[in-house]
């Protein structure tokens, strides 16, 4: 290891016993470069980190990857990198010699990063705005879009829904969605828009109709998506990349793994109220607090 800030005893041994079982050389080159790059940003020793480094490290990471200049995937890798070296250094404390303070400080993140991974392929902000634009004059469609990504809904979950489903408790309004184990919290803006679709629509059995009063497809969303990216003049998404944005912006905002689990998994709407009652699992609705973004009313 030639880095600068590396010490003697993690460059001479450390790092040669930790690399020693690598099958080829490029797992190493890989490691290197990510532990000399984590090494440079903050000028120290690798047997130096601390929480508020790798605190940083994260954000720094995150921001790159809102801004396109890094995948979610690449992300993911060197987390679990960092966290291997910092794993077997941590195993290997009295070996080495290393101070009882040194932790693993890249494990609690791991989960965090796996989810950013997974939920990577979502659609860049700016093209739903577009996205959006193109659909306000179609409140059905407006309303469909507006479930997978604020509500994170699936097209199947979507298809399913009746307004027997929706239930306004003094702490807001959930979605008993069929399938799912625990309601669905929907964010004010959604719920908004879904006022403004029901203030219009005819009563059919099912939330969304076709002309015929049928229910939808879920090809018919995927109909719509098309449709409408055309108009927007964006790339083709599927309505799956719409739904994964809502997971993708609850991470951004710093809601956990298990928040984002837990969303993932007219004036007289007729929707049970519940008066004076709360719905006792906060937990749905504080991930959706953390978010700033909000889709407004098509008009």
């Not at 400080?105 to 392929?121: H, R, T």
């Not at 689990?261 to 749905?284: C, E, F, H, P, W």
């Not at 700033?292 to 008009?299: A, Q, R, T």
Request: charged letters at 20%; proline letters at 4%.
């Amino acid at each position: 290891m030639d880095s600068p800030y590396a010490s003697t005893l993690f460059s001479t041994k450390i790092w040669p016993d930790f690399t020693a079982h690598f099958q080829n050389s490029s797992s190493s080159a890989s490691y290197q470069a990510d532990v000399k790059e984590f090494m440079q940003m903050y000028q120290a020793d690798f047997l130096q980190i601390d929480h508020a480094m790798v605190e940083d490290y994260y954000k720094q990471m995150e921001e790159k990857v809102q801004n396109n200049i890094l995948k979610p995937s690449t992300m993911a890798k060197k987390f679990r990198e960092l966290h291997s070296l910092a794993e077997f250094i941590e195993g290997q404390k009295e070996h080495y010699h290393i101070p009882d303070t040194f932790q693993d400080y890249f494990y609690p993140y791991l989960k965090a990063v796996a989810k950013v991974a997974q939920y990577a392929k979502s659609i860049p902000i700016e093209d739903i705005d577009k996205l959006f634009q193109a659909a306000k004059d179609n409140p059905m469609a407006y309303c469909i879009f507006a479930l997978l990504h604020r509500a994170g809904l699936s097209s199947t979950e979507i298809t399913a829904l009746k307004l027997e489903n929706f239930i306004a408790y003094d702490n807001g309004v959930f979605a008993s969605v069929p399938g799912r184990q625990n309601p669905c919290f929907i964010p004010e803006d959604a719920f908004a828009i879904l006022e403004t679709y029901l203030a219009k629509r005819q009563e059919h059995e099912y939330l969304f109709s076709n002309s015929r009063g049928n229910r939808l497809n879920t090809m018919y969303i995927s109909r719509l998506m098309k449709k409408y990216t055309e108009l927007a003049g964006v790339p083709n998404y599927s309505a799956e990349a719409l739904r994964n944005s809502c997971a993708f912006t609850l991470f951004s905002y710093r809601a956990t793994p298990e928040q984002v689990a837990r969303q993932m998994g007219v004036t007289q709407i007729q929707i049970k109220r519940y008066k004076n009652v709360s719905y006792r699992d906060s937990l749905l609705q504080e991930a959706n607090h953390l978010v700033k973004i909000k889709v407004d009313l098509p008009g």
